[in-house]
Structure formats: structure tokens, C-alpha cells
């Protein structure tokens, strides 16, 4: 247990000296100046021994039934180690001898109990009970079918979920303590022997070798830190999921999971762009079901992409445009030009959107809604906006929540301008080119993919794994694609 909360620092090895070790333990803890750092002397047969720990981290029942049984110890043994054997009536506690991973220990919610023969040992036990809630489904990733428990912002409770499901010996969690200041715990989970050994020894390396203050911002700030940035590639480069099941099925596959404590949310490793456009739901409905919604999320999401820069080219090009699709063309192009509306309406639709998330949920839907038609009916009436126009945005607003990654939508929303202002300015030439750019930022996009491309499995190809990403195949029939 030492291991998993051990962090380096400028204090060594305790001292021989018991005063010296309870002055030093004060000192570093600022003990009297916290009011919920707790130090409690207690006296236990011919000795003492001082109890170092967190009030509100501590479990209420352990520490009473700890402390009843060193009542009836009728000697304090000479270490700590012999003490934690004779003593101790707790699965969990060790003796240790390193004064900075005792600090670190009674600061991440552990109990520090040194005493008067121990010497240069002390006894760590965890007794934690960190505050969480229940493991409810996540608000975001709903399913119609399946299960209702998510990922919470305590660490061992997300282990524990994937463990429920993946009752294998080979499933491995491996422990990380990141931060100078906020000794974040963060644990690597993969199958040993199904993961890429390579791929996990490059993560291994690159966690141990982050030095940072602080994980302010739970998985961000760690995604952050292992990323280089691409500030002008808009495409994720992480994949994250609150939902157990979608997990465990992906460490079975072969990907890596990242925890980070203090976090709802896990990072799903190696990352495609496809791994977005596939849903849980996909796989609680029978498989023809799950292929139709499949393929109407690629139809529908692609088309937020081009229907407003292909539109706007019709128009700029009203000569080309065959007469059984002349009504796509407006009557009246409005008061501003049909290039700023769209754009104007791409932010209206942010505006009303960081609205809705501001709001109390009691009135957030009403007010979106209503807001929503009354600023489109106005604008209509005065002639800022055209009918088409708010048609085709109020279709892209929409199709967005298609597929659930954030990240995705705001990377094919900051495409679509720049398509359509290449478009506008280009014409026809800068319609392709903004396709051809997109193509280059995706095959360009670097994360944490080790020798997986971005687009796998279209780089390198991969027909069965391809087929699989829109074919819903029933469980019998799966194969490994990879």
C-alpha cells in the first residue's frame, strides 16, 4: 500500500528518535493551524503511540474497533512490523519507514500511527472512506437499453466497476501519484495479455515522467500533459466515456484505460475518429437495429458537416443547379447577406446553448426552446434571417446530438465555417480545397495512438475491422478485427 500513495520528496528516512519523529510529523502537517488534521496520543501498555490523521477521510467504525484492540495489547512490540502482526485486526496496513510517504499518506486520507519503541518505523493504515456519490448512469450518456451505473469521482469505486465486469487475473491497474502539490492517485488499466506491450511501457513512461504542480482539472489537465498541442487541429485526440460497460469492453479489446481520481470520466486508449461515431445503444439493440442507427449517425453527422458550405455553393452558383432542385433556392436572400447569417445563427445557437446550461434545470429546456422560436420568428419578420437559413441551422443543431463527444461536434462546427467561408471567398475550388484540408487535419491529428493512426482502420486498411465500424455483428459471429 505504501506504493500507491509513495511520493518523492526532499524529506528521507525517519528517525531512531520517537520525539523527534512526532515533532517532525507536526511540522510537516502544520498540525493546530488545519482544524481537521487530527493527532491523537494515545497510551498503549508500557508505551505511546500518536495517531496522525484527516477527519472526514477516516472511517467512524474502523478507528473505534482499532482503537478498542490496542487497549488490550499488553505490550508495545519493538517495530512497527511486529506490532502491524500481533495487533493490527485490519486487512489494510503496513509499517514504513519513508517520512515523505507517510505525509502524503495521512494527506490522501490514511492513518499514521507511530510509537515509542518503533524507532525509524511507523504503522500506515487505510482506513479511508472517501465522500462519493451513487454510481448513477451518467446524465450524458444515456442508454435505452443496458445498464445504469456510472464512473463517480472516486478512484477505487471506478476500479472496482471494471472489475465487476472483467474477472480476469490478467486485468492490470497500475497506480501513479502525479502532481507536486495535489498527489493525484491516477491508474493505468489494460489486459496484459491482450494490450500492446509497447504501447503500454510509452504510457508508462510518460506518466512517471510528468512533472507538474498540480492536476487542477482531473483528466484535462492530465490529457494536457501527455499531448503535444495541435491548437489548429480541432479533432480529439482522446476518446472518454463515463459508462462502465463501454470500458470494460474496451480493455477486453485490447485499448488501455486512464482514471484519474476527482474524475467521472476515463480516457480510452489508443483513439480512432471512428471509436466517436460508435454508441452504446448499438450494441443493447439486435444487430440488423443496431447497423440501421448506425449508419443513419454516419449519414446524419456527415451531412452537419456539408449541408450549409454546399448549400451556400448552389447558390453561388444558381446555373448549375438542375430544375427538380430549384427549390432549395430561396425567394428572398433577406436585409444581410447569406453568408453572415449562417454564420450569425452558428452563434446564436452557442449563445443559447451556454444559456441552457446556465439556467436551473427547471426552466433550461422551456427557455431554450421558447427563446430559440421567438428569435427565429422575429428575425425572420424584420428580414435579418431567411426561412432556409434557420431551416438547415436548426438541422445541424440537432443532428449534432447524433453521437455524444463534445469535442467531435465542435471540431465539425469549426470546419463547417471554414468550409463555407472558403466557399464564399473560392467558390467551387475552395469547396474541394476545404475538403481536401480536412482530410490533411485528420490523417495529421497525433495523440496518444502509438502506432494506431488516427484512421484506422482506413490507415493502415483494415476491410474486416472497416465493415465492423458500420455492420452490427452478432456476438457469435465477432472476430478479432486488429
Given at each position: 500500500m505504501a506504493q500507491k500513495i509513495r511520493e518523492s520528496g526532499?524529506?528521507?528516512?525517519m528517525s531512531a528518535v520517537y520525539a523527534q519523529n512526532v515533532h517532525a510529523m507536526d511540522t510537516a502537517l502544520h498540525v493546530g493551524q488545519s482544524f481537521d488534521i487530527i493527532r491523537k496520543v494515545m497510551a498503549v501498555a508500557d508505551g505511546e503511540v500518536t495517531l496522525y490523521y484527516i477527519d472526514g477521510f477516516v472511517k467512524d467504525a474502523v478507528m473505534q474497533k482499532l482503537l478498542l484492540s490496542f487497549l488490550s495489547v499488553k505490550s508495545l512490540e519493538d517495530s512497527a512490523e511486529a506490532f502491524c502482526r500481533k495487533a493490527v485486526p485490519h486487512v489494510e496496513a503496513e509499517a514504513v519507514s519513508d517520512f515523505s510517504s507517510m505525509v502524503t499518506a495521512v494527506l490522501s486520507g490514511a492513518v499514521i500511527m507511530l510509537g515509542s519503541s518503533f524507532g525509524a518505523s511507523a504503522l500506515m493504515i487505510d482506513a479511508?472512506?472517501?465522500p462519493a456519490r451513487q454510481t448513477e448512469e451518467p446524465e450524458g450518456d444515456r442508454v435505452m437499453r443496458g445498464s445504469r451505473d456510472g464512473f463517480v469521482e472516486t478512484l477505487i469505486f471506478n476500479t472496482a466497476l471494471v472489475r465487476r465486469r472483467v474477472r480476469h487475473p490478467s486485468l492490470t491497474m497500475r497506480h501513479?501519484?502525479?502532481g507536486k502539490e495535489s498527489a493525484t492517485d491516477v491508474v493505468m488499466c489494460f489486459m496484459s495479455d491482450r494490450a500492446d506491450g509497447d504501447y503500454v511501457k510509452s504510457?508508462?513512461?510518460r506518466l512517471?515522467?510528468?512533472k507538474?504542480?498540480?492536476?487542477?482539472?482531473?483528466q484535462q489537465s492530465l490529457r494536457e500533459c501527455l499531448i503535444r498541442s495541435q491548437w489548429y487541429n480541432p479533432f480529439p485526440k482522446v476518446r472518454i466515456t463515463e459508462r462502465p460497460d463501454v470500458a470494460a469492453a474496451q480493455v477486453l479489446e485490447g485499448s488501455v484505460l486512464i482514471m484519474v481520481d476527482n474524475t467521472p470520466e476515463v480516457m480510452v486508449l489508443p483513439t480512432s475518429v471512428f471509436d466517436f461515431m460508435q454508441e452504446t445503444n448499438d450494441f443493447y439493440f439486435p444487430p440488423l437495429t443496431g447497423t440501421y442507427v448506425r449508419v443513419v449517425r454516419y449519414a446524419v453527422f456527415l451531412t452537419t458537416l456539408l449541408i450549409t458550405p454546399l448549400w451556400y455553393l448552389l447558390?453561388?452558383?444558381q446555373d448549375m443547379v438542375p430544375a427538380w432542385l430549384a427549390f432549395v433556392l430561396p425567394e428572398q436572400t433577406g436585409k444581410i447577406p447569406i453568408l453572415v447569417q449562417l454564420l450569425l445563427v452558428e452563434f446564436i445557437i452557442d449563445a443559447l446553448r451556454l444559456a441552457s446550461a446556465n439556467t436551473p434545470d427547471m426552466l433550461s429546456n422551456?427557455?431554450?426552446?421558447v427563446g430559440g422560436l421567438i428569435l427565429g420568428d422575429f428575425a425572420v419578420d424584420i428580414g435579418w434571417l431567411i426561412p432556409e437559413v434557420i431551416l438547415y441551422m436548426a438541422f445541424v443543431a440537432i443532428a449534432n446530438f447524433t453521437q455524444r463527444s463534445y469535442e467531435l461536434g465542435y471540431a465539425f462546427k469549426f470546419l463547417r465555417m471554414m468550409l463555407l467561408l472558403l466557399t464564399a471567398g473560392l467558390g467551387i475550388w475552395g469547396f474541394v480545397g476545404g475538403c481536401i484540408l480536412i482530410l490533411i487535419l485528420l490523417a495529421s491529428n497525433r495523440g496518444l495512438n502509438g502506432k494506431r493512426h488516427y484512421l484506422y482502420p482506413l490507415i493502415p486498411f483494415r476491410p474486416r475491422a472497416l465493415a465492423s465500424l458500420l455492420v452490427r455483428l452478432p456476438k457469435s459471429r465477432e472476430k478479432k478485427s486488429n
Open positions: 526532499e524529506m528521507g528516512a479511508r472512506s472517501y501513479y501519484s502525479i504510457l508508462d513512461q512517471r515522467s510528468i507538474v504542480g498540480a492536476l487542477t482539472m482531473g447558390l453561388r452558383h422551456s427557455l431554450s426552446v
